[in-house]
């Protein structure tokens, strides 16, 4: 079943989205050659608890730590290290969610290192546009195979490939709840969408096939041909006034991320 948020209930997840922003926005602005992925976890813990909030993933199925932080050909869930030091080039994904008040907000934001290869900066970009053009469809009315065709669409025109072992989800009361959100689909197929369902979309796309393996550590996804991953994610609600993305301030005009 899809829960459906009233109006105050979506007014506490954008307090909880807004947290999130500015959390990812300061890890962005930490992102540099020479900094460790453990660096940007003990940022984004300290963070977490001058806000007053709750980390989402830290014990969630056993998660060690507070941020997930995915290197280049790591797609998600990459567990931050003290060994895995930044470079000049590299593309590191950054996906953090909190719960505040009882109710959870998710988003994540790949960031380059530096400069990167035009073909990398490409797939970033692509990835991000593949979001924007489903939180375009985040109305009501729609279905949900909309949001989920419009990121499929958008990402194999530009000859890359979509991850589907991973998928986004509805979220609230809990961090994952009905229904699951595939980035690939059929438009006019799944649950119509209405007033107060909320969506966390999450594009993951590879530059190479759509393959991918998980670690021994049993958390960090990699591409199976080793090509770079990129990941972008709002948590979106549907409004009368269309899409509402909770974790961005509402006064914020440009493109998703």
Not at 69 to 97: C, F, M, T, W
Not at 151 to 168: C, D, K, M, P, Y
Request: proline letters at 6%; a negative charge; hydrophobic letters at 40%.
């Amino acid at each position: 079943m899809i829960v459906c948020k009233s109006a105050g209930e979506l007014e506490i997840m954008h307090q909880a989205g807004l947290i999130v922003w500015e959390v990812l926005k300061g890890l962005r602005e930490q992102v540099q050659p020479g900094v460790t992925t453990l660096d940007l976890e003990n940022f984004a813990a300290r963070r977490t608890a001058d806000c007053g909030a709750r980390p989402a993933f830290k014990g969630y199925r056993g998660y060690p730590c507070v941020l997930c932080a995915s290197v280049n050909q790591e797609v998600v869930h990459g567990i931050p290290s003290a060994s895995r030091r930044l470079k000049e080039g590299d593309i590191v994904s950054l996906d953090y969610g909190a719960e505040f008040k009882g109710y959870y907000a998710d988003a994540a934001v790949t960031v380059p290192v530096g400069s990167v290869q035009p073909e990398v900066e490409k797939l970033m970009r692509v990835t991000r546009e593949s979001l924007d053009r489903a939180i375009e469809k985040i109305r009501a009315g729609n279905r949900l195979g909309d949001v989920s065709a419009a990121v499929q669409q958008w990402v194999e025109h530009h000859g890359f490939a979509i991850v589907r072992e991973f998928v986004g989800h509805g979220i609230g009361t809990r961090m994952h709840e009905e229904p699951n959100v595939p980035n690939f689909g059929q438009p006019g197929s799944g649950p119509r969408l209405e007033e107060g369902m909320v969506f966390a979309i999450e594009p993951m796309v590879n530059a190479g096939g759509p393959g991918v393996k998980v670690l021994d550590d049993h958390w960090t996804a990699v591409t199976a041909d080793g090509s770079y991953s990129a990941h972008f994610e709002h948590t979106v609600a549907v409004t009368s006034n269309g899409p509402w993305i909770l974790t961005r301030p509402r006064e914020y005009t440009g493109p998703s991320w």
